[in-house]
Structures are given as C-alpha cells and as structure tokens.
Nanobody, 126 residues
C-alpha cells in the first residue's frame, strides 16, 4: 500500500499563495498519476488537477487554470500543488490521490484513484 501524507494547507488572504505537498512512502510515485481534488462545505468532490506518472501531461479544471500548477519531484517522491492568486471560492479540504498506471500517458480525474491522502484544509479569507 502506498501511503500519502499531505502538508501545506492553512489560512491565507485573497490573492495569496500556498503550496500543498503530497509525500509518498511504501512505494514509488513513478508508477502513479497524481490527482488533486477538493471538497467545499455543502458541495461534492471536485477534481482540480492531475499529472501523469512521468510528469509530462497535466490537466487543470477551468476554474484554476492559470493560477494552480501541479508538479512532481522524482527524487523526493513527492507531488505538489502550487496555488497562486487564491480567492475565497478556493476554500475547501484538498486531497491528493494516486492512480496506478501501466503506461505513461494522459492523466484523468475521472479514473478510480487507488490511495488517498488525509486531506488538508485551505481557507482563503481576509
């Protein structure tokens, strides 16, 4: 089983930035796409971004394009979600998850993800 430990959430003012980390242990992220999801109060889970196992392909939902950037560090075995120009609508619990893949290729937020992080709260408020 791959374990995912998240960090980097917190309280930030509108227009500010946060970087979320998703550190993996028990195996290498090289075999997994990484997905980022969020759930705001009273709303369902929303796919935010994903990155393919080789880091070549990324996807962003329209509401975060140009503001969020997802990356992965092969050496540190860690995925990241850099969030810039945050607004109150970004307030949510953010989750990372991984999707085992036999091939390099496009990531897909609609896939069934195998392992999930514990979630971290992001609050954007003045």
């Amino acid at each position: 089983q791959l374990q995912l430990v998240q960090s980097g959430g917190g309280l930030v003012q509108p227009g500010g930035s946060l970087r979320l980390s998703c550190a993996a242990s028990g195996g290498t992220l090289d075999w997994y796409d990484i997905g980022w999801f969020r759930q705001a109060p009273g709303k369902g889970r929303e796919g935010v971004s994903c990155i393919s196992r080789d880091g070549v392909s990324t996807y962003y939902t329209e509401s975060v394009k140009g503001r969020f950037t997802t990356t992965k560090d092969h050496v540190k075995n860690t995925g990241y979600l850099q969030m810039d120009d945050l607004n109150p609508e970004d307030t949510a619990v953010y989750y990372c998850a991984v999707d085992f893949n036999l091939h390099d290729g496009l990531c897909n937020l609609s896939n069934n993800y195998d392992f999930w992080g514990q979630g971290t709260q992001v609050i954007v408020s003045s």
